[in-house]
């Protein structure tokens, strides 16, 4: 069993980066590729306890873990009790996949034999490679002539984030192509590269094989165009460059990064003459505030279903229009669907994740808390499924 965690590991860093290829290029069962792997987990988790509990083993959920199932099963009744139970379902699929997966890697950490480090080290191996691949062939698509080769594949493909829609070959911003690597858009791509930069200190690397990695990364997550996920990896430099921290990250390499990410920051906003003012800027403000709005007329209950991606779907069936409220918010986001207590279980879960990280993932936890302020970011399987394994890996060891 503990060679099949391995595998899942693996899979997980190897497939996520390339979520958005796997849907265009592969078969429609391969979509599911997700849900096999969490079903394995969930089972491996099963079997660990199981084990635990013949061995008269005690077993006692920490707050993190205590926060994270109170938000699904709560949010799981408010399922039940909806007057559109299969709408609702796939909302709380969104809304509580960074939360399940957090749940079923730290459960499987509770075992003293599954050393947190070893996996996190493991998934970091091969999830930067991954991203940087990925990276690469989002880079002949854009600017290297692929996207001649691949147009047929992405015309008929249909989003599962943006229902009815066909997942575009790349999204635009003044007339320039926003790199979007091998993910179904930019946002999910840039953030998942915010990810690999935070593990970069993972590996075992020379120096200037590491400050290269950082430049590439760097590079993607700057012609993602996503304002977002440049200011994360600031935050990631600044933490590490603040705190000296791991000991293999020297301050000549994150002196030589920041640098390379301040100028790449400078050349985006000079190209860029309204990066501030683009469309969609003000819903980064507005939305939220409706949301919270919104969110006062059932305080305890929530609209479950009424926004996000599965509205979208829901009104695309119903009026042909794949138009829905978006919150553009994790917390307003968890406050209109699931009211009061899903907020509350939603920010306990990530005050506890936060006070649990190691001190050199503080910065990712920093990043990624102010991240999700910019976006609903996990509505985006990868993101949420991502994020949620490397917090759950990051968290002290006990």
Known sequence: ?????????????????????????????????KEVILLLLIGLVLWSE?????????????????????????GSILV????DIPTATISMRYLGLPLLIFFIWSVWFQNPKNKRSEYLTLFAQIF???????????????HLGGEMIVQDFYSTTISSWVPGQTIPLWHEINGVARLQGASSGPIEFSHLLVAALALVPFLKQKIWHRILLVIALCIGISLSAS?????????????????????????????????????????FIGTQTNVF??????DHFSRPIAAFSEGTQNVLAGHLGEWGPAARGKNLIENNSDSAPIAENVFADWWVQLGIIGLAFGLGWLVAVLTGLEMAGLGFGIAAIILINFATVFDMTPIALAWGTILAMWQREE
């Not at 003012?277 to 003000?282: E, I, K, L, N, V």
């Open 277 to 282: 003012q683009r469309a969609g800027t003000s």
């Open 128 to 142: 930067i490679p991954s991203c940087l691949l990925a990276t690469a062939f989002g880079f002949w698509i854009t």
């Open 80 to 83: 039940l009790f909806s007057n």
């Open 227 to 267: 304002r977002a996920a440049l200011f994360g990896a600031i935050i990631i430099l600044l933490w590490w460059g603040w705190n000296n921290i791991p000991t293999n990250i020297s301050r000549k390499e994150v002196a030589l990064s920041g640098t390379l990410l301040g100028i790449l920051g400078i050349l």
């Open 1 to 33: 069993m503990y060679k099949l965690s391995n595998w899942l590991t693996i899979a997980l860093a190897t497939l996520l980066p390339w979520h958005g290829a796997i849907t265009v290029f592969l078969p429609e069962p391969f979509r599911w590729w």
């Open 50 to 74: 199981w084990r635990a509990a013949q061995k008269q083993k005690n077993f006692s959920f920490s707050i993190a873990e205590f926060c994270a199932l109170g938000f699904l099963i709560f």
